[in-house]
């Protein structure tokens, strides 16, 4: 089993950075590919960013494209969101995830996640 531990959220003004962590811990072998998502209030969860095992490959969704990057340090088993620029919009719980075991492209449908983390609040004030 796989533990996920996401920590970096807050509160931001408009304009500001956050960077999100996801420590991983327990039996991740396998488990190559690692994504964001996000859920608002009353909204369902939706995809946000993906990366491969080396990194090499990153898949966002448009509405991160430019202002948010994924990465991972393997060696801490770790991955990481930078997130720059951040509208009222990006207000949610942010949520890692580890894809199912030996999925090695990057995914970003829901069910091809089956581990997550307890999720972290981001809100962005205007």
């Known amino acids: 089993q796989v533990q996920l531990v996401e920590s970096g959220g807050g509160l931001v003004q408009a304009g500001g950075s956050l960077r999100l962590s996801c420590a991983a811990s327990g039996r991740t072998f396998g488990r190559y590919v690692r994504s964001w998502f996000r859920q608002a209030p009353g909204k369902e969860r939706e995809f946000v960013a993906a990366?491969?095992?080396?990194?090499?490959?990153?898949y966002y969704h448009d509405s991160a494209k430019g202002r948010f990057t994924i990465s991972r340090d393997n060696a801490k088993n770790t991955m990481y969101l930078q997130m720059n620029s951040l509208k009222p919009e990006d207000t949610a719980v942010y949520y890692c995830?580890?894809?199912?075991?030996?999925?090695?492209?990057?995914?970003?449908?829901?069910?091809?996640?089956?581990?997550w983390g307890q999720g972290t609040q981001v809100t962005v004030s205007s």
């Open positions: 995830a580890a894809a199912r075991p030996f999925v090695v492209g990057v995914v970003i449908g829901l069910n091809q996640y089956d581990c």
């Open positions: 990366i491969n095992w080396s990194g090499d490959s990153t």
